[in-house]
Nanobody, 117 residues
Framework: QVQLVESGGGLVEPGGSLRLSCTAS???????????MGWYRQAPGKQRTLVAH???????NYADSVKGRFTISRDNAKNTVYLQMNNLKPEDTAVYYC????????WGQGTQVTVSS
């Protein structure tokens, strides 16, 4: 059973930065590297949405709301995907999760990001 553990969230002022990490355990790295991994977020009262994803080879794609501010990357040897978030806005406040973008594994606990002055 694959387990996902997200970390790196916190409270930050508007304009600030955070770097999120998500590590998958229970899977060998050569298999992990095959999958397209995504970062999702869920704000209170809203559905979980995909904000960025990355192929095993490093091709990336972003939601319009985060394009130019967020950067997704991965280290397949470490079974880890990252999300560098710059110029954070209050509307980025949410719980952030990672998962495969198709046939996802069980969701992790997520990491809370709060952008507030």
């Amino acid at each position: 059973q694959v387990q996902l553990v997200e970390s790196g969230g916190g409270l930050v002022e508007p304009g600030g930065s955070l770097r999120l990490s998500c590590t998958a355990s229970g899977i060998i790295s050569t298999v992990y590297g095959i999958y397209i991994m995504g970062w999702y977020r869920q704000a209170p009262g809203k559905q979980r949405t995909l904000v960025a994803h990355i192929t095993g080879g490093g091709i990336t794609n972003y939601a319009d709301s985060v394009k130019g501010r967020f950067t997704i990357s991965r280290d397949n040897a470490k079974n880890t995907v990252y999300l560098q978030m710059n110029n954070l806005k209050p509307e980025d406040t949410a719980v952030y999760y990672c998962n495969k973008i198709t046939n996802g594994w069980p969701w992790g606990q997520g990491t809370q990001v709060t952008v507030s002055s």
